[in-house]
């Protein structure tokens, strides 16, 4: 098993900025990558970003490109997203998640452990 942890999350005014950290123990794997995903009330969940342990590539929604970096530290096992000039629309549940097949995934299904989550609230 894996387990993750979020955190980082809290209240900030639009134009802030947050970041967000995911520590990850337990079973580890050659190659994988991690993802965040966010769920606002009454909404699906939605991918935000991803990065892929083995090679470094990055992968965003088109939402989030040029204000989120998402970014690792393979010697804590943890990933960060670090988000810039936040939006009213940003506000939801944070989790994190990891693909064991190392896939570049925007796709949910695809990540086979999930965090509790942490919540991001921008107040406009």
């Known amino acids: 098993q894996v387990q993750l942890v979020e955190s980082g999350g809290g209240l900030v005014q639009a134009g802030g900025s947050l970041r967000l950290s995911c520590a990850a123990s337990g079973r580890t794997f050659s190659s994988y990558t991690m993802g965040w995903f966010r769920q606002a009330p009454g909404k699906e969940r939605e991918f935000v970003a991803a990065?892929?342990?083995?090679?470094?590539?990055?992968y965003y929604a088109d939402s989030v490109k040029g204000r989120f970096t998402i970014s690792n530290d393979n010697a804590k096992n943890t990933v960060y997203l670090q988000m810039n000039s936040l939006k009213p629309e940003d506000t939801a549940v944070y989790l994190c998640a990891v693909d064991r097949w190392d896939r570049g995934s925007y796709y949910e299904g695809h990540y086979n452990y999930w965090g509790q989550g942490t919540q991001v609230t921008v107040s406009s």
């Open positions: 990065i892929s342990w083995s090679g470094g590539n990055t």
